[in-house]
C-alpha cells in the first residue's frame, strides 16, 4: 500500500531566508506526486506536480520539488520565503496506472514564515 | 473552464441535527468526486468518492452519506450529527483516470461543520 510521510509538522522560518519541506512515499511502482498549499479556511491548491521527465518541478511563485527515485522523496524548496507563503502544505502521491485514482495525502506541514 | 462550488460555507449545528452539504462542478463531464474531512491539526481523511451517478464507496465506516444524484452533483449527509463530526469538509473532482487523468485533484473552497 501506499503511504505519503512529511516529517515536520511545522517549520518556522524568517522572512528571505531558505526553506524545505520534507516529504518520502512508499511505493515500489511508478507515481505521480504531487504538492498542495492550503491557505487559513480555504480549499487546496495544486502547487506543482510531478507526472514525468525531469525530475524537478516549479511552481509560479518560485517554489520548486525533485523527484528522488532512490530515495523515495519529493522535497519542496523555496530559495527565499515571504510573509505570504506562510500556509499549510500537503505532499500527495497515486499510483501511475492501475488504480482507482485516489490520491494519498501526507499529515501536512505548517511553514510559518516570521517578518 | 472547470470550476467547482461547495455550500453552505459556514454551518453551526446541535448534536443529533441532520446535516446536508452540496457540492457541483461545472465545465467538465463523469468527473470522479470526493468528499474529504479537515480535522483541527490533522491531515486530510478521505471520506467517500463516486466515479459515477449513483456510484458511492466508503472510505470510513462513520456517521455520514453521500449520494450523486446528477452527473456534477455531489451531496455529504447525516441524519444525527456527533460532536465528532465537527471539521472541514472539502469536495474536490479529478479528471477518470480512463480518460487520461492523472489523479490531480481540484478542490471546492470547504465547509466548516462546528457541532455543539
Known amino acids: 500500500a501506499q503511504s505519503v510521510t512529511q516529517l515536520d509538522s511545522q517549520v518556522p522560518v524568517f522572512e528571505e531566508a531558505p526553506v524545505e519541506l520534507r516529504c518520502n512515499y512508499s511505493s515500489s511502482v511508478s507515481v505521480y506526486l504531487f504538492w498542495y498549499v492550503q491557505y487559513p479556511n480555504q480549499g487546496l491548491q495544486l502547487l506543482l506536480k510531478?507526472?514525468?521527465?525531469?525530475?524537478l518541478v516549479e511552481s509560479i511563485n518560485g517554489f520548486e520539488a525533485e523527484f528522488n527515485k532512490s530515495q523515495t522523496s519529493f522535497h519542496l524548496r523555496k530559495p527565499s520565503v515571504h510573509i505570504s507563503d506562510t500556509a499549510e502544505y500537503f505532499c500527495a502521491v497515486i499510483r501511475g496506472s492501475g488504480n482507482t485514482g485516489k490520491l494519498i495525502f501526507g499529515q501536512g506541514t505548517t511553514l510559518q514564515v516570521k517578518p | 473552464s472547470q470550476t467547482i462550488h461547495q455550500w453552505p460555507a459556514t454551518l453551526v449545528q446541535p448534536v443529533g441535527s441532520p446535516l446536508s452539504l452540496e457540492c457541483t462542478v461545472e465545465g467538465t463531464s463523469n468527473p470522479n468526486l470526493y468528499w474529504y474531512r479537515q480535522a483541527a491539526g490533522r491531515g486530510l481523511q478521505l471520506l467517500f468518492y463516486?466515479?459515477?451517478?449513483?456510484?458511492i464507496s466508503s472510505e470510513v465506516p462513520q456517521n455520514l452519506s453521500a449520494s450523486r444524484p446528477q452527473d456534477r452533483q455531489f451531496i455529504l449527509s447525516s441524519k444525527k450529527l456527533l460532536l465528532s463530526d465537527s471539521g472541514f469538509y472539502l469536495c474536490?473532482?479529478?479528471?477518470?483516470?480512463?480518460?487520461?487523468?492523472?489523479?490531480?485533484?481540484?478542490f471546492g473552497e470547504g465547509s466548516r461543520l462546528t457541532v455543539l
Open positions: 510531478y507526472l514525468s521527465g525531469s525530475t
Open positions: 463516486s466515479v459515477g451517478i449513483g456510484q
Open positions: 474536490a473532482w479529478s479528471v477518470p483516470l480512463r480518460e487520461g487523468g492523472t489523479g490531480e485533484l481540484f
